[in-house]
C-alpha cells in the first residue's frame, strides 16, 4: 500500500523528503523498487543497543524468515522485547511474551525516539498493528499529523475499531468501509473514500501485458487459469484449542491438483502468503500447476492472468473482484469464520472442501465476471497523496 503513495507523493511534490520504515519482508519489497528503506537495525541505536542485541539474539531462535536478514530480526525482537520491559516490567513482559510472542509488541517508547530523531511534518501508515500502531500514536501524542490507510473492511471485531484514538485522517477502500467505521464511532470528517493503493497496478496497462507474457512463457494461453492464494488458518486443533497452522490450505491444494489433473483445459497457480509459504509443505512437479515464488513472483499479473481465484480471507480476493476475475471462497476456512467475502457480495462460497471440485467445475465453464461495483474504480494512490500534501500544509 505504502509504495504507490510514496510515487504519487513525488510526482505531485518532487522535492519531498520521504523516510521508509520497512519492516520485516516489507523491506525487500521496498529495494526490489529502488527504495533506500529503514529497518530497526538502522535505528536500534535509539532503544538500549546492549539489551537489544542479548535478547534479540536469544529471542530471534525460530523467529527466522529466508527473506528478511537475521540481524534486522534479531534487532527487531530485540527492541520490541526492550519496550516492552519499559511498559510492563521484566516480569510483565516475560510473561506477556511467553503468552503471547511477537503479538504482545507494541513499541511505543521506540517510536517516540524515532519521531524526535526524524521530525516528520506528517505520519503515514497503513491499520496494521504493533509497529504501525504505535507509529501513528507517537505522532499523535507529539502533535503531527497523521494518515492511516485501512487495506480491508473494518468490520465488526476488528481490533483497529477498538483503538482509543485514529488518526487525523483515515482512508477507506470503499463507502461500506467508511459506514463501518462510522457505525463503530469514528468521526465520519476523519474519513476520506479512497480505493486501496495496494491495488492501484491492477489498473496499470503494463501489468496486463505482464499477465499475457506470464501465460505465454508457462504455456498455458488458451487454457482457464485458477490462482490459489492460501493462508495459514486459525483452525480448532484437538481439544477445541484453535492454532494457526497449514494444514487447511495443504488440503485445499490437494484438492486442486487433483482437479487440475482430471482437466485437461485448466491450470493452477498456487501461491501462498510471502510471510508464510516457506511453511507450506511443497508438493511434486505436476503438469499444469506453477508454485508461485511470491517473494519475487508479482502478484498482480497473477491476478489478470486468472479466470477465478479461490481464497479464505486473503486480500487477494478483494484484489480479484475489483480487477474482474471470479472468486471462490472457502466459507469452511477459519478466516471467513471472522469475514466472509460470500456475504460481502464479492464471491461465490465454497461451503466445504467436500463442494470444491463441484464449484471448480462451475466455474471453470462459466464466463470470466466483470469489476465488482463493490470496488472503487481507479487508482487510489494520487486521492491519498493529496490528503497528505495538505496535512503537511504544502
Given at each position: 500500500m505504502m509504495l504507490p503513495v510514496i510515487r504519487a507523493l513525488r510526482a505531485a511534490k518532487p522535492g519531498i523528503h520521504i523516510d521508509l520504515l520497512a519492516l520485516t519482508t516489507a523491506r525487500s519489497a521496498a529495494e526490489a523498487v529502488g527504495e533506500k528503506p529503514l529497518g530497526f537495525l538502522d535505528l536500534v541505536h535509539l532503544a538500549d543497543t546492549g539489551f537489544a542485541q542479548e535478547w534479540g539474539g536469544r529471542l530471534a531462535q525460530g523467529n527466522v524468515h529466508p527473506a528478511v536478514d537475521p540481524f534486522e530480526t534479531a534487532a527487531y525482537i530485540g527492541v520490541n522485547y526492550w519496550d516492552l520491559t519499559q511498559q510492563h516490567g521484566a516480569d510483565g513482559a516475560r510473561a506477556l511474551y511467553a503468552r503471547e510472542g511477537r503479538y504482545s509488541f507494541y513499541p511505543i517508547h521506540f517510536f517516540r525516539r524515532i519521531i524526535r530523531e526524524l521530525t516528520p511534518d506528517v505520519v503515514v501508515a497503513t491499520?496494521?498493528?504493533?509497529?504501525?500502531?504505535?507509529?501513528?500514536?507517537?505522532a499523535m501524542e507529539a502533535g503531527i499529523p497523521t494518515v492511516s490507510m485501512i487495506d480491508?473492511?473494518?468490520?465488526?471485531?476488528?481490533?483497529y475499531l477498538l483503538r482509543p484514538r485514529h488518526a487525523d485522517r483515515v482512508t477507506a477502500m470503499l463507502p461500506q468501509v467508511r459506514d463501518n467505521l462510522v457505525a463503530a464511532g469514528m468521526d465520519a470528517s476523519r474519513i476520506v473514500v479512497t480505493g486501496n493503493p495496494g491495488f492501484d497496478s491492477l489498473f496499470d496497462p503494463a501489468q496486463r501485458r505482464a499477465a499475457q507474457e506470464l501465460r505465454r512463457s508457462l504455456g498455458w494461453?488458451?487454457?482457464?487459469?485458477?490462482?490459489w492464494a492460501g493462508i495459514i488458518e486459525r483452525l480448532p486443533s484437538e481439544g477445541g484449542a484453535v492454532a494457526p497452522g497449514t494444514a487447511f490450505g495443504e488440503a485445499t491444494e490437494a484438492v486442486l491438483r487433483r482437479w487440475v489433473a482430471r482437466r485437461e483445459d485448466v491450470a493452477a497457480i498456487v501461491r501462498y502468503h510471502p510471510n508464510e509459504a516457506h511453511h507450506f509443505a511443497a508438493q511434486p512437479p505436476q503438469k499444469r500447476v506453477y508454485l508461485s515464488r511470491p517473494l519475487s513472483d508479482p502478484l498482480h499479473p497473477q491476478i489478470l492472468a486468472a479466470h477465478t481465484v479461490l481464497v479464505t480471507g486473503s486480500t487477494v480476493g478483494v484484489e480479484a473482484a475489483s480487477a474482474g476475475a471470479a472468486v471462490l471462497s472457502l466459507e469452511s476456512s477459519g478466516s471467513n469464520g471472522v469475514m466472509s467475502y460470500e456475504k460481502l457480495g464479492i464471491s461465490r462460497g465454497v461451503p466445504n472442501l467436500a463442494t470444491l471440485e463441484a464449484c471448480l467445475d462451475e466455474a471453470a465453464d462459466s464466463a470470466p465476471g466483470a469489476p465488482s461495483a463493490r470496488m472503487q474504480p481507479g487508482p487510489a494512490s494520487p486521492r491519498i497523496a493529496q490528503e497528505i500534501i495538505a496535512l503537511a500544509g504544502c
Open positions: 491499520n496494521s498493528p504493533r509497529s504501525e500502531q504505535a507509529a501513528l500514536d507517537a480491508l473492511f473494518a468490520m465488526a471485531g476488528d481490533a494461453e488458451g487454457l482457464k487459469i485458477f490462482l
